[in-house]
């Protein structure tokens, strides 16, 4: 009877210890998604020079084509711009009360030599939840483009 109850309490042991592989795991693989399609928006930025209608609808159209669809809320305080539909082209001042898909903050140096230019900073979100417990987590996942020359578009600069 002792054996039995001690083999029961390993095998308990290594089931826990399993789902917690798979869950990082799992983590690990949604990280990866989110990053990736971080970068892809910043070298969609780059490419074409700043943030405009028709870099953010390739934008949009790449999030919906990986089936992208975590929203969380931005930073009101730096003046971020966010995206609450990915079926428009309209960035929007961020509000305190309301959730976006990304953000987008643009950070401008000007330098005598170099005229004007902006670096501009991107916002995705993972949410990892479990199906029982729910939502258990937002993260966020961040960067920035390397310096555009004479952007063309109507962003503000951030609050640094």
Request: net charge positive; proline share 2%; glycine share 6%.
């Amino acid at each position: 009877m002792r054996e039995s109850i001690g083999g029961t309490w390993l095998l308990q042991l290594v089931i826990v210890f399993m789902l917690i592989f798979v869950g990082f795991l799992a983590l690990t693989i949604n990280y990866t998604k989110v990053f990736k399609l971080k970068n892809e928006m910043l070298t969609m930025i780059e490419k074409y020079e700043g943030v405009k209608d028709e870099s953010l609808k390739i934008i949009n159209n790449y999030l919906k084509a990986n089936n992208y669809g975590t929203m969380h809320k931005c930073d009101p305080n730096i003046n971020e711009y966010g995206m609450a539909s990915l079926d428009n082209t309209e960035l929007e001042k961020v509000d305190s009360n309301k959730k976006y898909f990304y953000c987008i903050g643009k950070e401008s140096t000007k330098s005598p030599h170099l005229g004007n230019r902006s670096k501009y900073h991107v916002k995705l979100f993972l949410r990892f939840n479990l199906p029982i417990v729910g939502d258990l987590i937002t993260f966020t996942i961040s960067g920035s483009s390397i310096n555009v020359n004479n952007p063309r578009d109507t962003l503000e600069n951030m609050k640094v």
